[in-house]
């Protein structure tokens, strides 16, 4: 059916009963979501003091129509008809609730109008704007221009042109509900590539935020103007509930995480025998490393995952969250499908990032400012007594434990390895332990937090939120992550001089690795020009290179550099214990907290609750260098 057809059509009646089940469901406390004849819909999260409407007049296709289902109560009326009826039904039961309300009516212009086919530059695109002449409109129209006008625009600068309502030709709707505060927002339909049914898609995305999110902060102004409700964040009138499509989506791509452990695939399961490998041909050659044969079938997940539809979300913040770590998901995969060849290291610097000069620079400040003359090892030699795998597993079992009878929903469980490198790994739900584990006792805490205290927990708290995207982690999340690790372990007083030089060698060695040095050369300068052991320089050396060159280990001391950061700025942790996140995402969390789809952690961390960690936190709060936290008190 063509536009001027769906136009001829009959205006759509509305069912009282629809109406009166809305409002019904609306006084007691129950969310609405209904679909409606010719593709209509009503959706309202809970009871608020505004609807987003849209008329889409057999237009199923506009931005407009995404704009409106971005918010928490929205309207999507196939005429105008319709419109007045549901808007005079919802706006009167809701004045009578909130003493205000107020309708945001979204669409789009028939046309382009400022966009020539010769112009030397991108002219800017119209946005009309009127508002009816009740209280708090007219605020409501000046917060949504500061909004556009602050934005940044990429490809086309916003001009608005702002009307009276009585002189505006698309404020219809005003015109047949006068007794209702109104804005009508119109723009150009800049997303369409001229003379075609293309679209923009990115020019699309952004134009769909920018005019959610200046309607929240519209409505926003509207209601501190008229007196009835003063929000912190304009955000706090976004959804508290999400829609199915985000279940399902959620759960594919947890099921298509699941199908691969990438760090245990990319660990070699011959560390022992690649040492002595190694040691027998006096580091000349690269040892020969084997790995797990791999369980994934990367061209039949990486389908699935890009099956997954992610249009209907109804919720740009939780679209960009998945599209991100869909992006994530196939450089991993990608990753894995690359194993021991040369483009795995190139994925991986997709993946992980260069290293960056400054995080060089810090590195090799901290080796500098921590030369040992005697030689270096891994530990420090302070605490004489040594405790090995099963020690490590006693204490494990313990600390999980401890946890448990916190939270019940804390269901670790410990596995002793034969298979893995010396040291711990976490894998989901699981702490894997070598066999081959030392350690002194002074870094056991250290490490146990940094394990525990942080990776499981995290992994718990996450899964006890609304969506599973929270335990397996936000794209990008593994940077903040170790860097809070670290963090974990300086505030039990486990932070020593060798532990932070192997951080900072990580880096050195990985600048060195993605510049094309082989194996032997960084194995050589490690111990040459750092003073590390010849076992030391190996496991270092190891992780670096294992799957064919692995960026990943950078990550830590740039992820404790933005954790320190974080807190020189006044920032909170609360957020980061949430779930597995990013420092990129703290605004998100927060936002998705003010909107209660977050839940509070479910546990928090036991080292915060350390007898030395108030005063190490309030240090780094202060300000510190990362050599400062050496054996800090």
């Not at 006890?464 to 963090?487: D, I």
């Not at 003073?531 to 001391?557: N, P």
């Not at 479910?602 to 400062?628: C, D, M, N, W, Y």
């Amino acid at each position: 059916m063509s536009t001027a057809q769906a136009n001829k059509r009959l205006p759509t009646t509305v069912d009282a009963r629809i109406v009166d089940e809305a409002l019904l469901s609306i006084a007691a406390g129950k969310s609405v979501r209904r679909d409606l004849e010719n593709g209509g819909r009503l959706h309202i999260d809970r009871a608020l003091p505004f609807l987003c409407v849209y008329v889409s007049n057999g237009r199923d296709a506009d931005a407009a129509l995404d704009v409106a289902s971005a918010n928490a109560s929205y309207l999507i009326a196939p005429d105008l008809d319709f419109a007045v009826s549901i808007v005079e039904a919802i706006g009167s039961a809701m004045v009578e609730r909130f003493g205000a309300f107020v309708v945001l009516d979204v669409g789009e212009l028939a046309q382009d109008r400022l966009l020539s086919d010769d112009a030397p530059y991108l002219p800017p695109f119209e946005i009309t704007l009127s508002a009816s002449d009740q209280p708090g409109t007219h605020a409501a129209v000046v917060a949504f221009t500061t909004a556009i006008e602050r934005v940044e625009a990429k490809f086309r600068s916003p001009r608005l042109n702002k009307l009276r309502a009585a002189d505006d030709p698309q404020a219809h709707l005003a015109a047949r509900t006068p007794g209702i505060a109104c804005v009508t927002i119109r723009f150009a339909p800049i997303y369409r590539v001229p003379g075609s049914c293309d679209i923009y898609p990115d020019l699309r995305e952004r134009l769909v935020a920018n005019i959610f999110d200046a309607g929240l902060q519209a409505v926003t102004a509207f209601l501190k103007t008229t007196g009835y409700l003063n929000l912190p964040t304009h955000r706090a009138l976004g959804r508290r509930a999400f829609v199915d499509t985000v279940e399902r989506a959620d759960r594919s791509i947890d099921d298509i995480a699941a199908t691969f452990d990438f760090l245990l695939a990319v660990t070699p399961i011959n560390a022992g025998a690649a040492w002595q490998d190694f040691k027998s041909n006096r580091f000349q050659r690269p040892p020969r490393l084997l790995y797990r044969p791999l369980t994934v079938q990367v061209d039949v997940e990486k389908k699935k995952l890009f099956s997954i539809a992610f249009n209907r979300f109804e919720d740009p913040v939780l679209f960009n969250l998945y599209r991100e770590k869909r992006h994530e998901l196939d450089l991993q995969l990608s990753m894995l499908s690359a194993r021991e060849t040369p483009r795995f290291v190139e994925f991986g610097r997709a993946l992980y990032g260069r290293v960056e000069p400054g995080l060089l620079d810090a590195a090799k400040d901290i080796l500098e400012k921590t030369v040992n003359p005697v030689g270096v090892t891994s530990s420090d030699c302070g605490d004489s007594e040594s405790v090995d795998c099963e020690d490590v597993e006693r204490a494990s079992r313990a600390m999980i434990e401890m946890y448990r009878r916190q939270y019940s929903g804390f269901e670790a469980t410990v596995e002793l390895r034969d298979d893995l490198p010396a040291g711990l790994l976490v894998s989901g739900a699981r702490l894997l332990i070598s066999r081959s584990t030392k350690m002194t006792r002074q870094r056991l805490r250290a490490l146990l937090s940094h394990e525990i205290g942080v990776h499981l927990l995290t992994y718990f708290n996450g899964s006890a939120q609304g969506l599973r995207l929270f335990r397996t982690g936000l794209a990008g999340y593994e940077g903040v992550q170790e860097g809070l690790a670290v963090l974990a372990e300086y505030l039990v007083g486990g932070m020593t001089t060798g532990r932070l030089r192997v951080i900072a060698a990580r880096v050195v060695a990985c600048a060195a690795m993605l510049q094309g040095a082989s194996f032997q050369e960084v194995f050589h300068s490690l111990v040459r020009d750092y003073g590390f052991s010849e076992t030391g320089a190996f496991h270092l050396a190891l992780r670096l290179y294992r799957g064919g060159g692995l960026a990943k280990d950078a990550i830590y001391l740039r992820g404790l550099l933005e954790v320190l950061n974080h807190l020189r700025s006044g920032g909170a942790l609360d957020p980061f214990w949430m779930g597995k996140i990013a420092a990129s995402h703290f605004s998100v969390m927060q936002e998705l907290n003010t909107r209660g789809l977050l839940r509070a952690p479910a546990v928090r961390p036991a080292f915060l609750s350390h007898q030395q960690a108030t005063k190490r936190l309030e240090k780094a709060r202060s300000g510190i260098l990362p050599v400062e936290m050496i054996a800090s008190s």
